[in-house]
Antibody, heavy 119, light 107 residues
Framework: EVQLLESGGGLVQPGGSLKLSCGAS????????MTWVRQAPGKGLEWVSV????????YYADSVKGRFTLSRDNSRNTLYLQMNSLRAEDTAVYFC????????????WGQGTLVTVSS | DIQLTQSPSFLSASVGDRVTITCRAS??????LAWYQQKPGKAPKLLIY???TLQSGVPSRFSGSGSGTEFTLTISSLQPEDFATYYC?????????FGQGTRLEIK
């Protein structure tokens, strides 16, 4: 069964850093494009970042560009989101998902991990 | 950036009703549009991709149509488990964007 499990969320002060992980089971993560999507409390979905399969090219939303870095460890079958210079507006549940191609879709999704940026 | 506008933002309906949600894109996105259902405290669930292809395991009462800039999600006969929030998403170009959501509630 294909599963994704996020971890690493928590409370962090403004300006701080946090690294989220997304562990994959049932498939080889490096063969697929992967993505992060976030959802602020009571708000809609916001795309954050994509890393392509194979070559590992990355794309970011303007709201996180220069502060967030997406990477993966193929030996651990894990995706990471390094978040620096965190702001209050980064407070959200962060979901990882498989970016399926060529159909272009996000599926499946993990259960999400909550990041709270507050002093 | 491509903006997606869903209408309505809120919909009240009864079990058995037929409902349609519209998603309009600020520029053409071919058929690179997906629909997701989200229930409180849960991850989004893929319903439709490529504008009209039903994801495996999704009931056939869900259907999608459209291309270019206007798209629709239709639920032919609402079931109790369908009351949730629905989002459209464009994957034509970066940044990938979502509509603001349509909250579907029981009348």
């Amino acid at each position: 069964e294909v599963q994704l499990l996020e971890s690493g969320g928590g409370l962090v002060q403004p300006g701080g850093s946090l690294k989220l992980s997304c562990g994959a089971s049932g498939f080889t993560l490096s063969n697929y494009a992967m993505t992060w999507v976030r959802q602020a409390p009571g708000k809609g979905l916001e795309w954050v970042s994509v890393i392509t399969g194979g070559g590992g090219r990355t794309y970011y939303a303007d709201s996180v560009k220069g502060r967030f870095t997406l990477s993966r460890d193929n030996s651990r079958n894990t995706l990471y989101l390094q978040m620096n210079s965190l702001r209050a507006e980064d407070t959200a549940v962060y979901f990882c998902a498989v970016y399926g191609s060529p159909s272009r879709l996000f599926d499946p999704w993990g259960q999400g991990t909550l990041v709270t940026v507050s002093s | 950036d491509i903006q997606l506008t869903q209408s309505p933002s809120f919909l009240s309906a009864s079990v058995g009703d037929r409902v349609t949600i519209t998603c309009r894109a600020s520029q053409g996105i071919s058929s690179y549009l997906a629909w997701y259902q989200q229930k409180p405290g849960k991850a989004p669930k893929l319903l439709i991709y490529a504008a009209s292809t039903l994801q495996s395991g999704v009931p056939s009462r869900f259907s999608g149509s459209g291309s270019g800039t206007e798209f629709t999600l239709t639920i032919s006969s609402l079931q109790p488990e369908d009351f949730a929030t629905y989002y459209c998403q464009q994957l034509n170009s970066y940044p990938i964007t979502f509509g603001q959501g349509t909250r579907l509630e029981i009348k």
